[in-house]
């Protein structure tokens, strides 16, 4: 508190359950709206076990605020249902997505004569790479010459290693470990199929990344991107044929895979984060009415 001490604040702003305690102080000690902003919740990160501490945090501030914004209608129902946050509260302010160099121009040429599927992500459970690999496996029984790569590290990465070797794969998964943003937007740029198995995710970066440089997107319908990205595939987590019959859909449909490639790539143009920005403002507005 000391180090807002004499400044002047029209409301209070705070991001997820490690900001939460400090906005809802500030509030009560400043008396001005505090605006709790989910990008996600304990029940993404670890629905099985989530941690009571930051379950406490987390209803504590969408109690206390005044608006709480979700960067999804995922979210925003997850809130209501599992910690009964009032309707009236919530808003949807979708996520943006950064220009990347190779954005405006048309996609990297394929130079590679095996399709490549990939997986870009942290290696965690909630991400879903075991379902992603569980669909590899029965994608190469039919189409041995695709080639599955997996980007990311995390807490799983020495069992999957393990798993594919175990499984004789190694010719056809392969593991590219932690990428910085210009060897991201290679590998993006290099698929042809782009798969977030997320077994539940809040909004998802990655899927417009991919759709931006060309890819085509296959999603899992327990995600808020889902909802702007409507030229993309999707399947329920808990359904890895499913994941699978839809690689080899794209695998082997050529001409579907390239118009939805297409279709995506014209929706992510339209998702500025000045557009966000914009709906951003309109809450803060209602706050100041």
Known sequence: LASVEGEEFDLIHAHDWMTFPAGLRLREALDRPLVSHVHACEYDRAPEHPDAHILAVERAAFEGAERVVCVSRYTAEMLASRYGCSQAKLRVVHNGVEPWPGAAHPPTARTLHEPIVLF??????????????????????????????????????????????????????????????????????????????????????????????????????????????????????????????????????????????????????????ARSAVLLERVYTELAA
Do not use: N
């Not at 175990?166 to 060897?183: C, D, N, P, S, W």
């Open 120 to 273: 870009l992500g942290r290696l965690t459970a909630q991400k879903g790479p075991e379902l992603f690999l569980t669909a590899a496996e029965q994608v190469l029984r039919v189409e041995p010459r695709v080639k599955f790569v997996i980007s990311g590290e995390g807490e799983l990465l020495p069992e999957l290693v393990e798993r594919v070797a175990r499984a004789g794969l190694a010719r056809a998964v392969h593991f590219t470990g932690f990428l910085g943003r210009v060897e991201v937007e290679r590998m993006l740029s290099l698929a042809d199929i782009y798969v977030m198995p997320s077994l539940s995710e809040p909004f998802g970066l990655a899927p417009l990344e991919a759709a931006a440089c060309g890819a085509a997107v296959i999603l899992s319908s327990r995600s808020g991107v889902a909802e702007v990205l409507k030229s993309a595939l999707r399947f329920d987590p808990g359904d890895v044929d499913g994941l699978a019959r839809r690689i080899l859909l794209l695998l082997q449909r050529p001409m579907l895979r390239a118009r939805l490639a297409r279709g995506a790539r014209r929706e992510v143009r339209c998702l500025s984060w």
